[in-house]
């Protein structure tokens, strides 16, 4: 159940899961269900022209062999590569204030976080983001 994959932010959003921003912590993501509803709570992320080149540069670090860390922004990346599909996904994102920049289309938006390799890395066992999954 974990890790198969789950529906873009629009299919979330058809299905009743509200979007709204937690934090700038890229390891704050947290769901709730409620009654009726549930909630995605996604840190706000601000895009620029060097978001690719810099975020690249942060994932090969946390795949470096004598790099101790939690794979924060890699598992963020992926997650995210998850939930945005297409300009619309992104555009419910830039609503709820999850996504903003200086980016002028969505569809950029679109292709910078296709573009950011994660060199296939899946924190399937012990996810940082493992609950959340299940919860969707």
Do not use: Q, W
């Not at 795949?63 to 794979?71: I, L, W």
Request: with cysteine; charged share 20%; glycine share 4%.
């Amino acid at each position: 159940m974990v890790n198969s994959p789950f529906r873009s932010v629009t299919d979330l959003k058809a299905n009743g899961i509200h979007f709204r921003r937690s934090s700038s912590c890229l390891t704050d993501i947290k769901f709730t269900s409620f009654a009726f509803y549930s909630e995605l709570r996604l840190p706000s992320f601000y895009l620029t022209d060097n978001t690719k080149v810099y975020f690249s540069n942060i994932i090969a670090f946390e795949m470096s062999p004598e790099t101790r860390t939690d794979f924060a922004v890699t598992t963020y990346f992926n997650f995210m590569k998850a939930l945005i599909h297409n300009a619309n996904d992104v555009k419910v994102l830039r609503e709820k204030g999850i996504l903003y920049g200086l980016l002028a289309s969505n569809e950029e938006v679109v292709e910078i976080f296709k573009s950011i390799d994660t060199y296939g890395y899946s924190n399937r066992t012990r996810g940082l983001f493992r609950n959340v999954k299940i919860g969707i």
